[in-house]
């Protein structure tokens, strides 16, 4: 089983900065994506941003403003938010889907989980 833990959010003031951390433990043999993902109060879950070996996507919204990093060696995933807007408002939540290692059974299977979420608010 795969554990993701968020961490970095808060309240910030418009035009401010903050920087969402995404650490995932667990029997991990690789993980190929990982992604950000947010909800606001009576909307629906949507992508923030994607990262995977060589390629990176954002929602058109944040593009510019926001940048996702990852750090394989300690299966940690960043997302930079510059400029933030009141619209911004939501929990972040962390996605990763790979491959694990069931020691116990000496196989390999895959997986993809989510983080607990983290609060970001942007007063304007």
């Known amino acids: 089983q795969v554990q993701l833990v968020e961490s970095g959010g808060g309240l910030v003031q418009a035009g401010g900065s903050l920087r969402l951390s995404c650490a995932a433990s667990?029997?991990?043999?690789?993980?190929?994506?990982m992604g950000w993902y947010r909800q606001a109060p009576g909307k629906q879950r949507e992508l923030v941003a994607e990262?995977?070996?060589?390629?990176?996507v954002y929602a058109d919204s944040v593009k510019g403003r926001f940048t996702i990093s990852r750090d394989n060696a300690k299966n940690t995933m960043y997302l930079q938010m510059d400029s933030l807007k009141p619209e911004d408002t939501a929990v972040y939540f962390c996605?990763?889907?790979?491959?694990?290692?069931?020691?116990?059974?000496?196989?390999?299977?895959?997986?993809?989980?989510w983080g607990q979420g983290t609060q970001v608010t942007v007063s304007s």
């Open positions: 996605n990763a889907n790979g491959i694990t290692y069931i020691t116990r059974y000496s196989h390999y299977q895959t997986f993809d989980d």
């Open positions: 667990g029997s991990i043999f690789s993980i190929n994506a």
């Open positions: 990262i995977t070996t060589g390629r990176t």
